[in-house]
């Protein structure tokens, strides 16, 4: 949640605290919810909108269609090797690159620890080499990062929807600074709202509209992804090349979602 800072002359520890407690009232407020039945375990906050999904037979696999939608930036790098994930929610993606994309180094960031407590109901792995998970406010997080990487995925939604803190314009051209040359953001935003072509409006400036835009299937959620044009030019020149050099798993994640991908693709990029 974006917080105006103190007045000049203010004391620093009275800004600080007063962010503090804010967030602090805004994770109550935003506890999270389970709900399981027979084949899935849910996670809702406030609202009754399911924000992730896990299938019990199979938790590694991506149930909704707005997290297949968002590893759509592997058609455009196969193997990224380090990722951040702003917002943990269930871990779908998190567990999902930990499983199919061995090589990647993974940092998930939540801001929220009573979702972190839900870890293991949701299967997701320890703390290792290669993945940790940590508890802090994402925005923060992202104007010091420990390293640039290949793929930064936003998705941190409280019961009332995006959190106004990963969507600022400071925000994005933070995390413009902390990809690498060839690196990709990739953020799940509500689809058709003010609030959306706001979003939009910002990314274009930042990204120098080098950005496509796809709906997911269940239509409540926008996928921007942004990075660098040419990686978006290759993949439309040659499609089927960047299809095949993804592999099955992927290629069956990405079944549905891969057309709407070619056709944003095939759009081009907006303007103005």
């Known amino acids: 949640m974006q917080i105006n800072s103190e007045p000049s002359g203010a004391a620093p520890v009275r800004g600080l605290t007063r962010r503090a407690d804010t967030l ?17 375990l849910s996670l809702s906050f406030s609202s009754s909108l399911i924000q992730s999904c896990m299938r019990l037979d199979a938790p590694d696999e991506l149930v909704l269609d707005y997290t297949r939608t968002m590893m759509g930036a592997l058609l455009f790098n196969a193997r990224p090797r380090h990722v951040l994930m702003i917002g943990l929610g269930g871990g779908s ?14 940092t998930a960031v939540e801001i929220n620890e009573e979702v972190i407590d839900l870890r293991d109901d949701f299967c997701l792995p320890p703390d290792s080499e290669r993945l940790r998970i940590v508890c802090a406010d994402g925005a923060e997080f992202i104007r010091r990062p420990p390293r640039a ?54 990314l274009f400036k930042v990204f120098q509209g080098s950005m496509i835009s796809v709906l997911s299937d269940e239509g ?16 439309v020149a040659d ?18 979602a891969s057309q709407r991908i070619q056709r944003a ?8």
């Open 24 to 40: 602090a009232a805004i994770v109550k407020e935003d506890s999270p919810r389970t709900h399981a039945n027979s084949q899935t």
């Open 93 to 106: 993606m998190l567990k999902y690159l930990h499983h199919h994309v061995p090589e990647a180094d993974l």
């Open 149 to 202: 990487y290949d793929l930064i995925l936003v998705d941190g939604f409280t019961g009332e929807g995006i959190a106004e803190a990963l969507c600022t314009r400071s925000f994005y051209v933070h995390c413009r600074k902390a990809l690498s040359a060839e690196g990709l953001l990739v953020a799940n935003v509500q689809a058709d709202t003010d609030q959306t072509r706001e979003i939009g409006k910002r």
């Open 220 to 235: 409540g959620n926008d996928i921007v992804t942004a990075g660098p044009r040419h990686l978006f030019e290759q993949c």
């Open 239 to 256: 499609f089927e090349s960047h299809w095949q050099a993804i592999g099955e798993v992927h290629q069956a994640t990405l079944a549905v």
């Open 265 to 272: 693709l095939m759009r081009g990029f907006p303007v103005g």
